[in-house]
């Protein structure tokens, strides 16, 4: 049965992807509300200690207030920190169901990412929605522009999930160690500040991280950018990084039954 090819599998995928969004809000009294007030909260906590106590310039920002420049790059960062948590945890968190039944375990990686996606892409555009009736200059036809950019880092994100969901069924620290990463990654992408306020001589070092190039490609087209040839290059590298990730989780995907 794991033998056939992964589009036959459309309805598991869809059922997973309702479980995934469904359960993770089960017996709370707010339900699917809680996806939405806790990435606000984290809004209003990070634009209390940067907007007003650190003071970030309003210069640097773009001619966005700081809400809006948070905001921008805060939800996708949601996206991509979830997915590859929920990603990680994913496969021992079905061991039962995987010893039982022969599917392609790849689906709970989609699964997690997918409902990851699609949970803070829709407060993403609410809040962006609330910015610019605030008066923030959001350009509608950026949520359009934008899209090249999500489905770069979707593809991104799948294929170091399922890396990681790989490695940590053998070696069980990666869920452990992997906050700790994602703290350092978050620090090290300009989400909370502008990359203006960073020294010259370590702006070479945050241009490595593919996340810093896609934060600042995200404000751009909200606030008057268009596409780039740059951001074709970036989709085409995504595609490589998810090619590489589920050839490895495929390689010791028939493994997964003996090492839960």
């Known amino acids: 049965m794991q033998s056939r090819p992964a589009h036959s599998w459309r309805w598991l995928l869809a059922n997973f992807l309702r479980r995934e969004i469904t359960s993770r809000y089960a017996g709370a009294a707010g339900g699917l509300a809680w996806a939405l007030v806790h990435p606000l909260a984290q ?3 990070f ?14 920002l ?19 920190a979830e997915g590859l948590q929920r990603a990680v945890a994913s496969i021992p968190g079905n061991a039962s169901l995987i010893r039982k039944v022969a599917f392609p375990h790849e689906l709970l990686i989609l699964a997690s990412v997918g409902a990851s996606f699609a949970v803070h892409a829709t407060g993403w555009v609410a ?14 036809t950026g949520l359009v522009l934008a899209l090249p950019l999500l489905a ?28 700790l990463v994602l703290m350092a990654i978050f620090y090290a992408t300009p989400i909370v500040y502008p990359i203006g306020m960073v020294p010259e001589p370590y702006r070479g070092w945050l241009a490595m991280n593919p996340l810093a190039y896609v934060v600042a490609r995200y404000r751009d087209v909200f606030v008057g950018g268009g596409w780039q040839a740059a951001d074709l290059a970036v989709l085409a590298a995504s ?15 028939p493994y997964f039954e003996d090492l839960l």
């Open 43 to 45: 809004l209003a906590i």
């Open 239 to 253: 595609l490589v990084v998810l090619v590489a990730g589920l050839w490895v989780f495929r390689r010791l995907s």
């Open 62 to 80: 773009g001619g966005l207030r700081f809400a809006g420049f948070l905001a921008i790059a805060l939800w996708p960062w949601f996206m991509f």
């Open 152 to 179: 770069a880092q979707f593809a991104f994100t799948v294929g170091i999930g399922a890396f990681l969901a790989a490695i940590h069924v053998v070696l069980r620290d990666v869920e452990q160690a992997l906050g």
């Open 127 to 140: 809040v962006l929605v609330a910015l610019a009736l605030w008066g923030e200059p959001i350009r509608w």
């Open 47 to 60: 634009a209390a200690v940067f907007g007003f106590i650190l003071r970030v310039p309003e210069s640097a």
